[in-house]
């Protein structure tokens, strides 16, 4: 029998492993936005960054593993974005303005994530809540209890919390369907300050 102790092998190197799952994100998110989620391949995945198949299979075992990966992370990419976009105001009104601009600038900038959302919604119509609702719901405590304090506080008039919130969140989720589907070429941060007026200052004079 042999006494020798097995010798450790290389410690894992996790801010390798994490970069390594970004890029694959990254390009997985672009793939599946060219091709759609039936005809995306892995292994073209896999060419395009110089990496063997089963290394993307060792970090997302399934093909559809690796798209709902791709669109979780950029949904949270786009909460990261509205959350850091406020966090040194405690002002209302300027909060909501720069949760606008920061959600309209980043499907701007990442148009593949809206055809995410699409592909989503095609091909597995069985979920229950698709993955932007999910985190929409996660947070809605946090928006609603934000909505409350401006109530209290008088800037914002009174009325059920969920119903504003609801109305906003709806309307700038039409926005950016609209904006893909029609081609809309107007500038986010213009097309923020139209959202903006609308919803704060109505279409009644004062």
């Known amino acids: 029998m042999n006494s020798k102790k097995r010798r450790p092998g290389r410690p894992r190197d996790e801010e390798l492993v994490t970069r390594r799952k970004e890029e694959i994100l990254a390009e997985a998110t672009r793939l599946f936005a060219e091709f759609g989620y039936r005809q995306a391949d892995v292994q073209v995945l896999a060419d395009r960054l110089g990496i063997g198949k089963g290394t993307v299979y060792r970090y997302f075992p399934t093909k559809e593993n690796l798209f709902f990966a791709a669109v979780d992370a950029g949904i949270r990419a786009l909460v990261d974005r509205v959350s850091a976009s406020s966090k040194d105001t405690t002002d209302p ?25 699409i592909i989503e919604r ?85």
Not at 93 to 112: C, G, M, T, W
Not at 125 to 136: G, N, S, W
Not at 173 to 201: C, S
């Open 93 to 117: 009104v300027h909060r909501l303005r720069k949760n606008i601009h920061a959600y309209l600038s980043f499907f701007d900038e990442q148009p593949d994530v809206v055809e995410l959302l």
């Open 122 to 206: 095609a091909e597995f119509r069985d979920r229950e809540k698709a993955t932007y609702f999910l985190y929409k719901d996660r947070y809605r405590d946090e928006r609603i209890n934000q909505l409350m304090d401006a109530m209290q506080q008088g800037v914002f008039r009174q009325m059920p919390p969920e119903r504003v919130m609801n109305v906003i969140g709806d309307c700038l989720y039409g926005v950016i369907f609209t904006n893909h589907f029609a081609n809309r070429k107007i500038p986010f941060d213009e097309q923020a300050e139209d959202v903006i007026d609308i919803i704060l200052h109505g279409l009644l004079p004062n």
